[in-house]
């Protein structure tokens, strides 16, 4: 479980108090998934969290039986994990009964809200339906823009 959220080597060894801040995030949510509750409430899972690290949070979650929760701004992991949007605006709930795309579709205002739209009808790229052929090259490309976004604002 621990070579699942990048922990190698001599790493798994460590005390938890020398950890940084996101491999303790990374090993909460390993301790976590060992034993997984049937519910997951989640706020930012990714905050702390570097893309690699992300990326097996996601994979983790994808095999995730139970039902889960989550609050994020991170449009890849929102992208990724969420099956349906609940928008919170000015104390009001309105639930998008599909993922982001549709979310994005739905709302009509990809440009107002600073996000790409999909070309994707909606529902395309919803977990667990039809994910087109190109589901794959489409996550290959994502990857590397923010393996290419970490090095620009690395140094």
Same mark, same amino acid.
């Given at each position: ?11 798994? +060894? *460590? ?8 491999? *303790?995030?990374? $090993?909460? $949510?390993?301790?976590? $998934? ?6 997951? $409430? ?31 701004? +991170? ?23 599909? +993922? /982001?795309?549709?979310?994005? /579709? *739905? ?40 393996? +290419? ?7």
């Amino acid at each position: 479980m621990l070579g699942a959220f990048l922990f190698r080597g001599d790493d798994v +060894d *460590k005390p938890a108090a020398v950890l940084s801040g996101g491999e *303790k995030s990374r $090993l909460a $949510l390993a301790l976590i $998934l060992l034993d997984p509750p049937s519910v997951l $409430l989640m706020d930012e899972p990714t905050i702390h969290l570097d893309i690699a690290s992300v990326d097996a949070l996601i994979r983790a979650l994808q095999a995730y039986e139970g039902a889960l929760c989550f609050i994020s701004h +991170d449009v890849h992991f929102i992208r990724a994990i969420a099956r349906r949007v609940v928008r919170v605006e000015s104390g009001q709930l309105t639930e998008f009964l599909g +993922d /982001w795309d549709y979310y994005l /579709w *739905k709302r009509g205002s990809a440009g107002e809200l600073g996000f790409e739209r999909s070309a994707f009808p909606p529902g395309r790229r919803c977990r667990g339906g039809a994910g087109g052929p190109n589901r794959r090259e489409d996550r290959r490309r994502a990857a590397e823009a923010r393996a +290419d976004l970490a090095r620009r604002t690395r140094g």
